[in-house]
């Protein structure tokens, strides 16, 4: 049975990169049949929704969904625009945002003296509760006493499941390291609960070294010592923050793949550049495909079609380290599906 994807180009660079991202799974005869989903900040404008109300049950019947980038400020507010996303990661308990940040060969880095894989990171962002849970609200619209509050909400169920989920990662890997980022020297409540819980985890993996490092210090070390880094666990909004770092570090926003998953595959997982929709670039045709096609690969592994996910994968490397087709991010003159076509031939 072919997989049935979602494809979700949404707006901006989204439509661009998504349609490269799409040639590179068809050239590599990747067993899937696509279906455009066409919600975005264009349907906000005609119809004042940017997705139908029951978007989760469509989306739901697919393997997987693939998305571009949500949101242009010029149709539609932002909080509004990228609601779809949020609610396919609470919905569909995605709960599981996983970032690898790698510096591949070819790429200039824009740190001083790193070689090669001197940067080789898998950030597990936790994707379905704290800083982004929607509890709050607004008090005394409009006057001078008018008042905000956004609940920070961490369960110790959402807590542990992320944490567990990357110490198993970290087990995986060679170097066997887990770094959780918190800020509990004042965030009171919610990160010394995210303390503890990692405390008691990490009792079940005496074959993991962990360490613990406040965001401020994580936000300085990626730059100043990011190869220190192997697997790193932390909440939605540091992980956000963290994770445009990570891809800057190792090339570039066109770079950075991600993958929103849901472990017990009773729903779609969902996967995306991290990358916005671009709007300074859009329409130009000169956006970075590499992260769209890079989070189809992570689609196809995580489907079970391990080996197109590999060639996919090498097919990049390979074009990063000896092509000389490059988008304006990498200092080239090439357009976005240029260095699809690329990628395509070398499959
Ligand atoms: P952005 O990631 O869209 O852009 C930041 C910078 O990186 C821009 O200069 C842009 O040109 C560059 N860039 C991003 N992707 C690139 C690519 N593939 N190739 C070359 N350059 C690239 O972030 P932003 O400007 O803060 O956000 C723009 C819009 O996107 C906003 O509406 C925001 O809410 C939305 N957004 C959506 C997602 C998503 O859907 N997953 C993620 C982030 C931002
Ligand atoms: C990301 C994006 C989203 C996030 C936005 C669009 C809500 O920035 O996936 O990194 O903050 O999670
Ligand atoms: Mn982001």
Known sequence: MPYKIALYPGDGIGPEVVAEARKVLEA?????????????????????????????????????????????????????????????RRGFDQYVNIRPAVLYEGVDCPL???????????????????????????????TPHEAAMQVNYFTRMGTER???????????????????????NALI???????????????????????????????????RQPEIFDVVVCSNLFGDILTDLAAVIIGGMGFAASANINPAKNYPSMFEPIHGSAPDIAGKGIANPLAAIMSAAMMLEFLGDEKNAVRISQAVQSHL?????????????????????????RL
């Not at 992320?162 to 509990?184: D, G, M, N, P, V």
């Not at 087709?325 to 990498?330: G, L």
Request: a negative charge; one cysteine or more; hydrophobic letters at 40%.
């Open 189 to 223: 409540y919610s990160m010394v609960l995210w303390d503890d819980v990692m405390k008691d985890v990490a009792k079940d993996f005496p074959d993991v070294k962990w360490s613990s490092m406040l965001v401020d210090a994580a936000a300085m070390n990626f730059v």
């Open 28 to 88: 590599a005869g990747a067993d899937c049949t696509f279906t455009l989903i066409e919600w975005n900040t264009t349907l906000y404008a005609k119809t004042g929704k940017c997705a139908p109300d029951d978007y989760l049950d469509q989306l739901k019947e697919f393997d997987a969904i693939l998305l571009g980038a949500l949101g242009n400020s010029a149709n539609a507010p932002d909080h509004v625009a990228v609601q779809p996303l949020l609610g396919m």
């Open 112 to 142: 001083k003296n790193k070689k090669p894989f001197d940067i080789d990171m898998l950030v597990i962002r936790e994707n379905t509760e704290g800083e982004y849970t929607p509890l709050g609200g607004r008090h005394y619209a409009g």
């Open 321 to 345: 380290k000896e092509s000389a087709v490059k988008t304006p991010d990498r200092g080239g003159s090439a357009q976005t599906s240029e260095v699809g076509d690329d990628i395509v031939a």
């Open 162 to 184: 992320i944490i567990r989920y990357a110490f198993e990662a970290a087990r995986k890997r060679t170097r066997k390291h887990l770094t959780s980022i918190t800020k509990s």
